[in-house]
């Protein structure tokens, strides 16, 4: 078992900058890929950002290419999500997830969310 818990969502204006955190506890040895996820009103969650708990490879979507840095810290089990030149488009609860090793993130463990709105 894998517990995650999100921080760092608020209200920012366009252009402007945030920080999310993941803290994940429990089964942490078993961790293959930490990623952050988002969901829109009205939209499908998708994926914004990974990395490779291990290897420290990344990921990112298209449209935050460029905006948002994923990094992780081994020692803390937290991953960071940096979010700068933020667009109200950006607006969505984030999700945190752990991709374990063997598995997908279906089958994985998932953080509550925390809620990034971005005004213009």
């Known amino acids: 078992q894998v517990q995650l818990v999100e921080s760092g969502g608020g209200l920012v204006q366009a252009g402007g900058s945030l920080r999310l955190s993941c803290a994940a506890s429990?089964?942490?040895?078993?961790?293959?890929?930490m990623g952050w996820f988002r969901q829109a009103p009205g939209k499908e969650r998708e994926g914004v950002a990974s990395?490779?708990?291990?290897?420290?490879?990344?990921y990112y979507a298209d449209s935050v290419k460029g905006r948002f840095i994923i990094s992780g810290d081994n020692a803390k089990n937290t991953v960071y999500l940096q979010m700068d030149s933020l667009k109200p488009e950006d607006t969505a609860v984030y999700y945190c997830?752990?991709?374990?090793?063997?598995?997908?993130?279906?089958?994985?463990?998932w953080g509550q969310g925390t809620r990034v709105t971005v005004s213009s």
């Open positions: 997830a752990a991709r374990m090793k063997g598995g997908s993130y279906a089958d994985g463990y």
């Open positions: 429990g089964s942490t040895f078993s961790i293959y890929v």
């Open positions: 990395v490779n708990w291990s290897g420290g490879s990344t």
